[in-house]
């Protein structure tokens, strides 16, 4: 898979399983504070963050567009990819 500059919110309350996730769409659960995507980068890591705890991130919606801060770091992610997701795009660092 390609690198991708954008991802799709899906807003759900139970996640899908990791085998279900569609490439370019993160999918989140506003009930339990937590989101799943693959990584944009391709390699098919399966990214989890969660929301509103101390050491979470933090998510801000606006028209169906999704900012995420602070920045994703890759970690499990063989590239360890790191960007930005501010307003549906991909923002690489
Ligand atoms: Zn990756």
């Known amino acids: 898979m390609e690198r991708i500059n954008a991802l799709e919110p899906v807003f759900l309350d139970t996640l ?8 370019g769409k993160i999918y989140i659960s506003r009930r339990h504070g937590i989101s799943k995507h693959l990584c944009p980068d391709g390699c098919g890591t399966v990214s989890v963050l969660t929301f509103g705890k101390e050491d979470g991130w933090k998510l801000t919606e606006s028209d169906g567009r999704i900012m995420v801060h602070p920045s994703v770091l890759e970690t499990m992610c063989p590239h360890r990819a790191h960007y930005y997701i501010t307003y549906n795009r991909i923002q690489w660092l």
């Open 16 to 23: 899908p399983e990791n085998d279900a996730l569609e490439y």
